[in-house]
């Protein structure tokens, strides 16, 4: 179940993304300026991870960020899915053992 829904998302032709999708306002200090007084101009999006131990941050176009949501999902669900059926394997693994002792 969970090796098919797996298998199925990284066959469907579906993106993955690591990271994280976050907002950045950005201020010009320019002076008078309302869009500034009010927090700022964007938001801007940045896809942002860690490679290697140092910070990563990727500009996401206007109209991507959706994308770039869903595909960073898709990862989160494809290593939750990794994650358990890594950990069924254990108990299949260590039945296969004990099975082949007696
Ligand atoms: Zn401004």
Same mark, same amino acid.
């Given at each position: 179940?969970?090796?098919?829904?797996?298998?199925?998302?990284?066959?469907?032709?579906?993106?993955?993304?690591?990271?994280?999708?976050?907002?950045?306002?950005?201020?010009?200090?320019? &002076?008078?300026?309302?869009?500034?007084?009010?927090?700022?101009?964007?938001?801007?999006?940045?896809?942002?991870?860690?490679?290697?131990?140092?910070?990563? &941050?990727?500009?996401?176009?206007?109209?991507?960020?959706?994308? &770039?949501? &869903?595909?960073?999902?898709?990862?989160?669900?494809?290593?939750?899915?990794?994650?358990?059926?890594?950990?069924?394997?254990?108990?299949?693994?260590?039945?296969?053992?004990?099975?082949?002792?007696?």
């Amino acid at each position: 179940m969970k090796k098919s829904a797996a298998l199925k998302m990284m066959g469907g032709g579906e993106m993955f993304l690591f990271g994280t999708v976050c907002p950045l306002r950005q201020k010009y200090h320019k &002076a008078g300026c309302k869009v500034c007084e009010r927090g700022g101009h964007g938001p801007y999006w940045y896809l942002t991870w860690k490679e290697g131990g140092k910070p990563r &941050a990727l500009y996401i176009r206007p109209g991507y960020a959706g994308k &770039a949501r &869903a595909a960073v999902r898709n990862m989160r669900r494809l290593r939750k899915y990794m994650l358990e059926m890594g950990l069924d394997n254990i108990k299949k693994f260590k039945k296969q053992m004990e099975a082949r002792k007696r």
